[in-house]
């Protein structure tokens, strides 16, 4: 799907093709969010929030600590799918890295170990309860483009 620039870049008004008003429409339709870096961090709460790193699909920033919690209907297990993901590769993943924890923060329990590497690509995690929240972990050096969660 293309951005909103994109699809208005060097035009007047928007084109009246079938397709790029399909992709207006989606783009004006999804919501998207960008882990927050800076504290307070984000609440999300509408179901089907993409959450992107920052600067996806470019590389992130170094040296970064973001954070942000999803909470599910109160009724509703908890479940994130990463469409995408590129974070820096490194056997404990230690450096840059993904971690989810299954409650309001970043003291409640991990899901799974740290994220990091390419392979979370297409994975789907589930939490306990109706809340997750994620912490995303950057060192000073080399950098990826991120991931995309849905």
Same mark, same amino acid.
């Given at each position: 799907?293309?951005?909103?620039?994109?699809?208005?870049?060097?035009?007047?008004?928007?084109?009246?093709?079938?397709?790029?008003?399909?992709?207006?429409?989606?783009?004006?339709?999804?919501?998207?969010?960008?882990?927050?870096?800076?504290?307070?961090?984000?609440?999300?709460?509408?179901?089907?929030?993409?959450?992107?790193? *920052?600067?996806? *699909?470019?590389?992130?920033?170094?040296?970064?600590?973001?954070?942000?919690?999803?909470?599910?209907?109160?009724?509703?297990?908890?479940?994130?799918?990463?469409?995408?993901?590129?974070?820096?590769?490194?056997?404990?993943?230690?450096?840059?890295?993904?971690?989810? =924890?299954?409650?309001?923060?970043?003291?409640?329990?991990?899901?799974?170990?740290?994220?990091?590497?390419?392979?979370?690509?297409?994975?789907?995690?589930?939490?306990?309860?109706?809340?997750?929240?994620? =912490?995303? =972990?950057?060192?000073?050096?080399?950098?990826?483009?991120?991931?995309?969660?849905?």
């Amino acid at each position: 799907m293309m951005s909103l620039p994109s699809l208005l870049a060097g035009q007047d008004r928007i084109s009246s093709t079938p397709q790029n008003l399909i992709e207006l429409i989606e783009f004006l339709a999804s919501e998207s969010v960008t882990i927050d870096c800076e504290a307070p961090f984000q609440v999300v709460t509408v179901n089907g929030t993409t959450i992107i790193s *920052p600067n996806y *699909p470019y590389d992130y920033e170094g040296n970064k600590d973001c954070q942000v919690t999803i909470r599910f209907a109160y009724n509703q297990v908890g479940a994130i799918m990463f469409e995408a993901f590129d974070v820096k590769r490194d056997t404990t993943c230690s450096f840059d890295y993904l971690a989810v =924890h299954d409650g309001n923060d970043t003291d409640s329990p991990m899901i799974g170990p740290k994220l990091c590497g390419t392979s979370p690509a297409g994975t789907t995690l589930k939490s306990t309860g109706n809340v997750m929240t994620l =912490h995303f =972990h950057t060192d000073r050096t080399v950098t990826r483009s991120g991931f995309k969660i849905d």
